[in-house]
């Protein structure tokens, strides 16, 4: 559903701060997969899902989005969008499309539990203006009927906030903020949900419970995911499918069985020996 066909990242470029963060990078993602990305601090993991996102924009290569039939027919706005683009082949090549144009395919979640909900509104006004990025109901008003749902939605959620639809989101703890984040993205329904360290601001249990609602809402969705984590154990326990990434590069791609196997053990011994195939390559320059 999502293609990078040899995307290049290069910042500053001609400087002395040349930076080429993704290195010819090719990836396709499925529709309804979980894709859990790991690698070190600085190996181009934000900068993929940057790029994927539109902050980013890339020098060489290009990045296009599968538009199966029902995904078509999803809104009307979004159909003729599509229509328009290429018909028969239901692909569209979002290279190109601005941030602002490309976030109503993408849902972003960031490391920050501020950020993804106005803390000087309503619990209840923030969820208004999440139904209005999904742009299913833009004349969304809350009626009794419509308070209760919300009411059901965040009762699901399973952090006793359904009682306060009317309170202001800033008196909610990280965990709380993050898992309405979640929420809210989720009930915006995005093509394609970025996941950047979304729990890593929190404490262990909060971590838990977001982990926990994030593999739940995809499971029951069936939302196609990419999750990028420094936690060995989510990335291992979460998804069908892992990236490791090194310098730019995907060094690894494990998926199916292969990955529902992985173990810890294994992870540390297939980066070593990504490592150590480019050493080797950097010692034969040398030579
Ligand atoms: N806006 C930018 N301008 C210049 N360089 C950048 C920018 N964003 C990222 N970089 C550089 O690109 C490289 C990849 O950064 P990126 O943020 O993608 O790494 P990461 O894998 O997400 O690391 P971390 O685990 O620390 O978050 C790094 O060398 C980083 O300094
Ligand atoms: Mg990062």
Redesign the pocket.
């Known amino acids: 559903m999502l293609e990078l066909k040899n995307v290049d990242v290069i910042?500053?470029r001609g400087t002395p701060d040349e930076?080429h963060?993704l290195k010819n990078i090719n990836l396709k993602i499925n529709k309804g997969d979980f894709i859990t990305v790991i690698?070190?601090?600085?190996?181009?993991?934000?900068?993929?899902l940057?790029v994927i996102a539109g902050t980013?924009s890339v020098e060489n290569g290009s990045i296009s989005f599968a538009v199966s039939g029902k995904n078509k027919g999803k809104t009307p706005l979004l159909k003729r969008f599509f229509g328009a683009k290429n018909k028969e082949e239901g692909v569209v090549d979002v290279t190109r499309e601005s941030e602002f144009k490309r976030a109503r395919r993408i849902g972003r979640i960031f490391q920050n539990p501020l950020l993804g909900t106005a803390g000087n509104m309503s619990l209840e006004d923030n969820l208004i203006i999440c139904e209005k990025k999904g742009m299913r109901a833009l004349k969304f008003s809350l009626n009794t009927r419509k308070r209760a749902l919300l009411r059901e939605k965040i009762k699901q959620l399973g952090l006793g906030l359904e009682g306060r639809l009317r309170d202001n989101v800033g008196m909610f703890s990280g965990g709380q903020r993050q898992a309405l984040t979640l929420l809210m993205t989720v009930l915006s329904n995005p093509e394609i949900l970025l996941l950047d360290?979304h729990t890593a601001a929190l404490d262990p249990i909060n971590a838990e419970l977001v982990m926990n609602l994030t593999r739940e809402f995809a499971r029951s969705q069936n939302l196609t995911v990419l999750m990028?984590t420094?936690n060995m154990k989510h990335a291992l326990e979460t998804g069908n499918r892992l990236l490791m990434?090194d310098s730019?590069e995907i060094i690894l791609d494990i998926d199916g069985e292969e990955k529902q196997n992985l173990t810890l053990a294994d992870l540390q011994a297939r980066f070593q020996a990504a490592k150590h195939r480019e050493l080797e390559t950097d010692e034969m320059l040398l030579v």
Do not use: Q, V
């Open positions: 910042f500053a930076n963060a690698g070190s601090n600085g190996a181009g993991k934000s900068t993929l940057n980013y360290e990028i420094h990434m730019g």
